[in-house]
């Protein structure tokens, strides 16, 4: 059974950073191929962020625009948790963060309904 465990959500004036954790179990890939979305109130689902590890050990991160260069994406493989490093945060970033797992390896962030495992999420709000 794959469980996702999100934190490090909280409260943040604007410019500040979080550091948000996923904590998995149970999935095949261990953090590979894993992801970050957020969904704020009225609206969709989102990508954020994404990583791919390719048979080589090459590894590629992918970024919605709208957080490139303000947010990174990592993993520690020893600790089966992935990052979402996020700095000069912004009132627009406010929102429920998940990470999420596709059921099989895939490339690029995609869209949500390509993803089968969900963390319960961890609320983020930047203040003006």
């Known amino acids: 059974q794959v469980q996702l465990v999100e934190s490090g959500g909280g409260s943040v004036q604007v410019g500040g950073s979080l550091r948000l954790s996923c904590a998995a179990s149970?999935?095949?890939?261990?953090?590979?191929?894993m992801a970050w979305f957020r969904q704020a109130p009225g609206k969709e689902r989102e990508g954020v962020a994404a990583?791919?590890?390719?048979?080589?050990?090459?590894?590629?991160?992918y970024y919605a625009d709208s957080v490139k260069g303000r947010f990174t994406i990592s993993q520690d493989n020893a600790k089966n948790t992935v990052y979402l490093q996020m700095n000069s945060l912004k009132p627009e970033d406010t929102a429920m963060y998940y990470c999420?797992?596709?059921?099989?390896?895939?490339?690029?962030?995609?869209?949500?309904?390509?993803?089968?495992?969900w963390g319960q999420g961890t609320q983020v709000t930047v203040s003006s």
């Open positions: 999420a797992a596709p059921l099989l390896p895939r490339v690029g962030l995609g869209k949500a309904y390509e993803y089968n495992y």
């Open positions: 990583i791919y590890v390719g048979t080589m050990g090459s590894f590629y991160q």
């Open positions: 149970g999935y095949r890939y261990g953090t590979n191929y």
